[in-house]
C-alpha cells in the first residue's frame, strides 16, 4: 500500500520570507501524481499546486514550486515571500496513474507566518 | 460558476443513528469522490462514484454506502453511527473519473458530522 509522511507537524515562517515544507511516500508503481493541497480554517481542501511522476521538470504555480526527487520518493514544497494568507494546513498526496482516484495524503504541516 | 457543494453543513446525531450527507459536483464533473477526515489528520478514501458506478472504496465498513445519481450528484449514507464516526466528510468532484483519468479533484467545504 502507498504512504505519505510528512515529518513537520508545524513549521513558522516570517513573513516575506521562504519556507520548505518536507513529505516522502512510498510507492512500487511508476505511473503517478503527486500534490499539495491548503486546507485554510474555512475547511475546503484547496489545490496548490500538481506534478506527474513522468516528468522530470518541477512544477511551478506563482509564488510555490516543488522539488521532485523521484529515486528519494520525496516532494517537498517551497513557498517564497510567504503571505498572512498562506497561513494554513498543508497536505501531500498521492494518486497512483491508473485506476480509481483515491489521494492517499499525509498527516499535515501546519503553516503559521508570522507578521 | 459554483464550486462543490455539501450539504448539511453540521449535523450532530446520537450512537446508533443513521445520516445521509449531499454532495453537488462542479457543472459538467462527472466523477465524486468522498473522504472522511477525522480531526488532526489528513483524509482516507471512502468512495469513488464516475458515471454512477462505484470505481474505488476505501477500508471502511459496510455501514458506509454511498450512490450517485442521473445528475451526478451524490449522497453518502452511514448506519450504526459510532462515536468514532464523528469527522470532517469532504466530497471531491473531477472532470473525468476513468482508470487513466489525469483530472484533478476539486473539494467541498465539508460537512462536520458529530456523534453524540
Keep these: 500500500a502507498q504512504t505519505v509522511t510528512q515529518s513537520q507537524p508545524e513549521m513558522s515562517v516570517q513573513e516575506a520570507e521562504t519556507v520548505t515544507l518536507s513529505c516522502t511516500y512510498d510507492t512500487s508503481e511508476s505511473d503517478y501524481y503527486l500534490f499539495w493541497y491548503k486546507q485554510p480554517p474555512s475547511r475546503q481542501m484547496i489545490l496548490v499546486i500538481r506534478q506527474e511522476a513522468y516528468k522530470q521538470q518541477n512544477a511551478t504555480e506563482n509564488r510555490f514550486s516543488v522539488n521532485f526527487q523521484k529515486a528519494a520518493k520525496s516532494f517537498s514544497l517551497k513557498i517564497s515571500d510567504s503571505q498572512l494568507g498562506d497561513a494554513a494546513m498543508y497536505f501531500c498526496a498521492y494518486r497512483r496513474g491508473q485506476g480509481a482516484q483515491k489521494l492517499v495524503f499525509g498527516q499535515g504541516t501546519r503553516l503559521t507566518i508570522n507578521p | ?116
Design chain 2, 1 to 116: 460558476d459554483a464550486g462543490v457543494t455539501q450539504s448539511p453543513t453540521h449535523l450532530i446525531k446520537t450512537r446508533g443513528q443513521q445520516v445521509t450527507l449531499r454532495c453537488s459536483p462542479i457543472s459538467g464533473h462527472k466523477s465524486v469522490s468522498w473522504y472522511q477526515q477525522v480531526l488532526g489528520q489528513g483524509p482516507q478514501f471512502i468512495f469513488q462514484y464516475y458515471e454512477k458506478e462505484e470505481r474505488g472504496r476505501g477500508n471502511f465498513p459496510d455501514r458506509f454506502s454511498a450512490r450517485q445519481f442521473p445528475n451526478y450528484s451524490s449522497e453518502l449514507n452511514v448506519n450504526a453511527l459510532l462515536l468514532g464516526d464523528s469527522a470532517l466528510y469532504l466530497c471531491a468532484s473531477s472532470l473525468v473519473g476513468g482508470a487513466y483519468s489525469n483530472q484533478p479533484q476539486h473539494f467541498g467545504d465539508g460537512t462536520r458530522l458529530s456523534i453524540l
